[in-house]
């Protein structure tokens, strides 16, 4: 009976598995097709019968992406509003450690108030917002790009989540040691705060390298363009060539799913953290 039972565990393990990896094959696959295609010419893409793997393997569509299509620009700008955001990052640490360890009057309907911005849909905000920087001339800036992207409440209320459970007794100990708060701050709360900051430090990458909607609305010149919208306008350009397509989505993906691949224990365990008391 028992060895019964055992065999219909596992056959039942061997099934899910093998329904899993057929999912995940079908996934997968679409990704695995566009990036293959990135290689092929536009000619060969066009073909009424199609091959899984290039025919002939060629660079060309990425040269002219960077050539042609202006996206070493977009990669820079990509990169500069990703590194900002990871200093924001930092801001939105001191922000959860503050309503975390500091006691002070209205902390607590401050940071429900705090909460309450997570309900709002960030497209309400976004004329406000706009006619805000619009006054101070930031408009069509990498400037005014950054500035509304620097804090979130998701991630302060992670912050403040996390340190919570850090112990006082650590922090009382350092202050009677004749430590400043920069210094608890810097070499006590932030080593210890190192699974919730790589947590918030994936998503923050995953949010930068994807940004979108906001850059499009306010820039007005390409220079100041992010990949996601380059894309779109390349999209929009060269409707008929699909190597370059290819080769521009595969250019966006692969990073998400490098990062993704790599750190996948600390998004999947990320949003149950806990400090160490």
């Known amino acids: 009976m028992i ?12 099934a899910v598995g093998a329904i899993l990896l057929f999912w995940g094959f079908i996934t997968i696959l679409p ?12 000619a060969e893409i066009s073909q009424a019968t199609q091959n899984f793997l290039p025919n002939h393997w060629t660079l060309d569509n990425y040269k002219r992406l960077f050539i ?24 939105n640490a001191m922000a959860g450690y503050g309503f975390a360890k500091f006691k002070f009057k209205g902390r607590g309907p401050l940071f429900i108030l705090v909460l309450a911005t997570m309900m709002i849909p960030g497209q309400v905000t976004m004329i406000p917002v706009y006619l805000i920087l619009n006054e101070m001339h930031l408009t069509n800036t990498l400037t005014g790009i950054i500035l509304p ?33 920069w210094y608890i701050f810097w070499h006590i709360i932030i080593p210890i705060s190192k699974p919730v900051l790589a947590v918030q430090g994936i998503l923050t990458f995953i949010g930068g390298w994807n940004a979108f909607l906001w850059p499009l609305i306010i820039a007005n010149d390409q220079k100041y363009y992010t990949l996601s919208v380059g ?21 966006m993906v692969i990073p998400i799913v490098i990062i993704f691949v790599i750190f996948q224990k600390y998004i999947l365990q990320g949003f149950n953290v806990q400090a160490e008391k």
């Open 3 to 14: 060895n019964g039972n055992k065999t219909a565990v596992r056959n039942g393990k061997v």
């Open 31 to 42: 990704f695995l097709w566009m990036f293959l295609s990135s290689f092929k010419t536009n």
């Open 68 to 91: 042609d299509s202006n996206f070493g620009v977009y990669l820079k700008n990509t990169l500069i509003i990703t590194l900002f955001s990871f200093m924001g990052m930092l801001l």
């Open 149 to 181: 992207g620097l804090v979130g409440a998701f991630a302060i209320f992670l912050f403040r989540q996390f340190m919570s459970n850090i112990s006082n007794s650590i922090i009382e100990a350092a202050r009677l040691d004749g430590a400043s708060e």
């Open 231 to 251: 894309l779109q306008l390349l999209q929009g350009q060269h409707t008929s060539d699909y190597g370059l397509q290819m080769a521009g989505s595969s250019f």
